[in-house]
């Protein structure tokens, strides 16, 4: 598909609001001001910039620790992912959470899960609710590789297809579960092989090729509404940065990372949309992105601590 | 009325469902099969498969799903077939349900009962009979709860339901044939029940040790000896007050838990009177839990692993003679 620029301007705002805030958070991470862990989705931007704006406010979404960019794109506001990394009581799970465990009931935003494969089950829940609700809603589940060799993951396939549950699952296939190659850990690499044995349709995306990530994502959340049966889209990508900020990458070579950062999504759409995306396009995404993550920074800055009083709180209702 | 704890069980389980469209039962052979120890038998029939819905042998999975149905506004309730079993599940119970609230900063709630079978006593070895109802009360974010009469099996799944966040119900496999006369009324969910009123000892238990208890409790009361017994009910939050209140009256306290000894719920409430009642006690507490061992399948095996009316009377006897 070539998007139109308009459509082009939509997604390469998208994965530049995602690229710059973490950007900012990786130097947010080295001035100490974000602490723990941080997994940082720098490479993989095209995947959420495809799916998430495909869906409806109704639907819901389920991702993994690596989830910045899908909250942020989501509608959870910059301000409230800032202020979450940075501890502080303005942050959309008030300081509780942290870099791996954004939520927001209101954007349907269900995590931010730091468990690998342990969303899934959770995203099969979720469609229950809206099959046995009618409700028509789909749910998005985002994943790893590496959890395809979970045992949830099968389980949750099968579920998804024995009871015909309205289950988008999105296989982000970066090729890594932390330091452990594809090849090293699965018998089977080929993951979108894994739902066709239960039963669930499949389709290989280019995961660096946001325009192909749009369309397919559309199609399938469409086909999804429409039927009511889960199906899997595995889309194929790599991580430019570290696993965490805690990884110092002896398991792959510099020149295979800079292979692939020649395929960087951002750079290959504004290539290939040269003559429809200009240098003033470019540079007006970008203003826009600064000023977003300065506000939200400046926000999360002044944000309050919650109060230690409060620690307690929220383990049960009141 | 004239109920098992099974009937029970099965009464508040269609109850549940008749006045409330958004509850659903999960599980395995919960349908077609009727449940394992028959507590769900007939609810197929009457309710139908979206509501009473069998499950694959996938307990992360059915456990998950229970979490996020109710998180997309559904009240499930799940059934694992044991506890044993719930250990394949553990995840989804303690590093999602138990969480999710407080990590999303309050907002995500997971209201979900989640009941499963406890305790040993059937032969069914080292695999299928232990009790774990510590490991769970360990965790914040779950409320815990052991019906161990008939009234409570009853009426504790209701109260369980108002809650708007995981339950999780143990229900020992020897309680199920108990039969008593009830009238079906709502379970306070926050207070332990003292069952026998005493005065020379305090006998604390829960779950499937209660019968065994108040076995004791009948033998001393024939050798002269007043026990008082009281059952926890709910394990988390523990209701401290009443076992405190009991203890200072009584000044001896023994606690039966079919758990090992070690890192055990009596350890927990041990300690309770320990930092909150020592000055009342006249002896240090007493502690009769199960031996510290794979429970073995040989009958004779068994019963010597298990908290026996023998081994209570023992023990409240030498915290009478401390």
Redesign the interface.
């Known amino acids: 598909m070539i998007p139109s620029r308009e459509q082009a301007l939509g997604m390469l705002r998208a994965m530049v609001r995602v690229r710059r805030l973490e950007e900012r958070c990786a130097e947010d991470y080295a001035a100490a001001k974000i602490r723990g862990f941080l997994h940082l989705y720098i490479g993989q931007e095209a995947i959420a910039a495809g799916v998430l704006p495909a869906l409806g406010a109704a639907d ?1 979404v ?1 991702a993994t620790y690596r989830e910045h960019g899908h909250a942020l794109l989501r509608g959870l506001p910059a301000r409230a992912i800032m202020a979450e990394m940075y501890g502080r009581s303005g ?7 942290g870099s791996m ?1 954004l ?3 209101e954007h349907r935003f ?6 690998v494969g ?1 969303g ?11 099959k ?2 009618g409700t028509r809603g789909v ?1 998005c589940v985002f994943f790893g590789e590496g959890a395809s060799a979970e ?2 993951f099968h ?2 396939l ?2 998804a297809s ?2 015909r549950l309205p289950v988008l699952f999105v296989c982000e296939n970066n090729l890594y579960a932390m330091g452990t190659a594809l090849a090293r850990s699965e018998a089977e690499p080929e993951i979108h092989k894994k739902a066709a044995v239960h039963r669930i349709g499949s389709e290989v995306v280019d995961g660096m090729d946001v325009a192909a990530v749009t369309e397919a994502a559309s199609q399938a959340i469409d086909r999804v509404r429409e039927t009511g049966a889960p199906w899997f889209l595995e889309c194929l990508a790599y991580r430019f940065r570290a696993h965490s900020m805690f990884d110092p990458e002896l398991y792959r070579d510099r020149s295979e990372v800079e292979t692939w950062r020649t395929r960087d999504p951002i750079t290959q759409l504004v290539s290939r949309m040269a003559g429809a995306i200009m240098p003033e396009d470019i540079a007006a995404i970008e203003a826009e992105a600064a000023a977003e993550i300065a506000d939200a920074c400046a926000f999360a800055d002044a944000s309050p601590l919650e109060p230690v009083e409060d620690l307690l ?5 009141p | 009325m004239k109920l098992t704890y099974r009937d029970a069980v099965r009464d508040a389980l269609r109850e549940a469902l008749r006045a409330d469209p958004r509850v659903i039962l999960v599980g395995v052979d919960i349908g077609a099969y009727g449940g394992t120890y028959a507590a769900t038998r007939g609810l197929l029939a009457e309710l139908g498969p979206e509501r009473v819905r069998d499950a694959p042998l996938a307990e992360s999975a059915f456990v998950g799903a229970g979490v996020g149905a109710a998180l997309g506004g559904l009240k499930p309730i799940v059934e694992i077939m044991t506890v044993n079993f719930s250990l394949l599940a553990l995840d989804q119970i303690v590093n999602g349900a138990a969480t999710l609230r407080h990590m999303s900063g309050g907002q995500l709630e997971v209201p979900l009962v989640i009941r499963m079978a406890t305790g040993a006593g059937r032969q069914l070895a080292a695999q299928h009979s232990h009790s774990f109802e510590n490991w769970f009360a360990h965790v914040p974010g779950l409320r815990v709860v052991a019906p161990a009469t008939v009234a409570d099996a009853r009426g504790m799944l209701a109260t369980a339901l108002r809650e708007r966040d995981p339950v999780v119900i143990f229900e020992h496999v020897q309680l199920y044939g108990i039969e008593d006369d009830i009238e079906p009324a709502p379970v306070d969910l926050d207070r332990a029940a003292v069952r026998r009123v005493g005065t020379d000892a305090t006998i604390v238990t829960y779950g499937g040790s209660l019968p065994r208890a108040l076995a004791a409790a009948d033998l001393l009361a024939a050798a002269g000896t007043s026990a008082e017994v009281i059952d926890l009910r709910t394990l988390r939050p523990l209701d401290t007050e009443t076992v405190l209140a009991s203890v200072a009256r009584t000044h001896r306290a023994v606690i039966v838990d079919e758990g090992w000894r070690t890192g055990s719920l009596a350890g927990e409430v041990a300690a309770i009177i320990g930092e909150r009642a020592f000055w009342s006690l006249d002896a240090p507490v007493g502690r009769v839990c199960s031996a510290e061992v794979p429970m073995p399948y040989a009958k004779h095996l068994e019963l010597a692993a298990l908290p026996s009316a023998e081994a209570i009377v023992a023990a409240v006897t030498a915290v009478l003679h401390a």
Do not use: K, Q
């Open positions: 819901s389920v942050g959309c799970s008030r300081g509780r959470g465990h939520f927001s009931r269900f995590g931010g899960h730091g468990i342990a899934l089950p959770v995203a099969i829940g979720l469609a229950l609710a809206d046995l609700l749910t045992g949830e389980e949750s099968n579920l024995l009871w709180l929220d383990v049960r209702a």
